[in-house]
């Protein structure tokens, strides 16, 4: 069984191909890169109609196959911006029409989580996933993928993001932020916000924002403001740790690229006796080859898609 998977939440278009063993055969993508400012719904759309037909016929020649030796259409179903997700659906529906095959519209986050688990072996984790849109704490408990914590507010990635481009250092912000916040080991207090065990982290970025302001130097706040929000992401790692019991920790999402937070996050595993594993970057950020996973993954277990979109996951057998 070969499954093809569109992803599509934000602003990356990701075409990938896996087999029902967890093979990936290939896994492509492009993302929008905004002249200015953040990403806009529209232009997310725009790029993904765009690109989506050319990244499938790249991951066909990748993998050496033919449209017609496809069983199976996954999508990125959601979180994400809604124009976007119009956009893969509707091309997801046509293959689908087309090759008259199942389709199976995939949750996004826990594509990032299974994708983990497929490529580094690990079986049963606690996940933080921190993106451009997302930052939760994931597990498995009593039968079914739970969110023991996420942010009330906006994502780590987009405070960062936002940091970066309120303070004239452009997208994307982590990258920046994380190479200023190495040339700095000067504390400055900014608010921390953890809220029970959900995040917040738009007081941090005002915060941190007006410490710039004030004439601070950029990479002392850089350096602050990485230090007080992973700090507040691995406490709550760990507190979902010790609720579970579980021993294996996984990073991933675009903002596991930052060896500071990679650090932090694998201390606190040592810690706890858990063992700690991150995908390669390739699998950490957006992609298709998760989408594929997850289609393969919730095939096998018997459910697909109405190809009306009626919303709801049907049981296919
Ligand atoms: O998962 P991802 O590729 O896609 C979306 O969420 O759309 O994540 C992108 C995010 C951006 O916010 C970017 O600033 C962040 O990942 N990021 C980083 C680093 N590299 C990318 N954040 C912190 N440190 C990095 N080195």
Redesign the pocket.
């Known amino acids: 069984m070969i499954c093809i998977g569109i992803e599509g939440t934000?602003?990356?278009t990701g075409v990938g191909i896996v087999d029902s063993e967890g093979r990936i055969l290939s896994s492509v993508g492009k993302a929008l890169i905004p002249e200015s400012g953040g990403i806009h719904p529209r232009e997310a759309a725009e790029h993904h109609a765009a690109t989506i037909v050319p990244l499938i016929e790249e991951a066909l020649s990748e993998s050496k196959l033919h449209l017609n030796e496809i069983d199976l259409v996954a999508f990125s179903k959601g979180p994400g911006l809604g124009p976007a997700l119009r956009t893969v659906a509707t091309a997801s529906r046509s293959l689908s029409l087309m090759l008259k095959i199942p389709i199976v519209g995939v949750n996004h986050c826990i594509g990032h989580v299974e994708i983990g688990k497929l490529t580094t072996g690990a079986i049963d984790p606690v996940t933080l996933y921190v993106?451009?849109?997302?930052t939760q704490i994931i597990a498995f408990d009593s039968g079914r993928y739970r969110l023991f914590g996420e942010t009330l507010d906006i994502?780590i990635?987009?405070c960062?993001?936002q940091f970066s481009r309120s303070v004239g250092l452009g997208h994307?912000?982590?990258?920046k932020?994380?190479e200023l916040a190495k040339k700095s080991s000067t504390y400055i207090k900014l608010p921390y916000t953890v809220k029970g065990m959900d995040l917040s982290f738009s007081g941090l970025l005002t915060a941190a924002i007006r410490k710039y302001e004030s004439g601070e130097a950029i990479e002392d706040v850089c350096y602050s403001l990485q230090e007080t929000a992973f700090a507040m992401l691995v406490e709550v790692t760990e507190r979902a740790i010790a609720h579970t019991k579980k021993v294996e920790v996984l990073l991933c999402?675009?903002?596991a690229?930052?060896t500071r937070?990679r650090e932090m996050l694998s201390i606190m595993s040592e810690e706890h006796y858990a063992d700690f594993y991150m995908p390669p970057i390739k699998y950490?950020?957006?992609n298709g080859a998760m989408i594929a996973w997850m289609g393969q993954l919730m095939h096998k277990n018997g459910l697909v898609t109405d190809i009306e979109d009626t919303g709801i996951i049907q049981k296919y057998r």
């Open positions: 934000a602003e990356k993106s451009g849109g997302n994502a990635g987009n960062l993001d994307p912000g982590g990258p932020v994380e999402g675009g903002v690229a930052n937070l950490c950020g957006d």
